[in-house]
């Protein structure tokens, strides 16, 4: 059995998608980082340097994979989803870091 192939009509990426999906990926990348590293700096404010870019990456990481589970409990998990989802967690730290100063 040999397999099947779509027709190189769907294979093809074409420039305007290729270019929404680099926008929404550096879109969804970038509002991930904003929030850790606002979440870092409320965290341990002291860090800086190499240390303080681990916790950083190691922040977006967690929460890129906590928004994909949560948005794929819901069936959610989506492009236009997983940016939103993106957009609001950006929007979070603020609060979170406030909260966080506090204790």
Do not use: N
Request: hydrophobic content about 60%; cysteine-free; charged content about 15%.
């Amino acid at each position: 059995m040999s397999p099947t192939f779509a027709p190189a009509s769907e294979r093809v990426l074409g420039p305007g998608e290729y270019l929404l999906g680099a926008a929404v990926l550096a879109l969804t990348l970038g509002a991930l980082a904003f929030a850790a590293v606002r979440l870092r700096r409320a965290l341990v404010p002291a860090w800086s340097g190499s240390p303080a870019l681990v916790v950083d990456v190691v922040l977006v990481l967690a929460l890129a994979l906590l928004l994909g589970e949560l948005l794929g409990t819901f069936e959610l998990f989506t492009r236009w989803g997983y940016l939103a989802g993106a957009l609001v967690v950006a929007a979070l730290p603020p609060w979170v870091a406030g909260e966080v100063a506090r204790r």
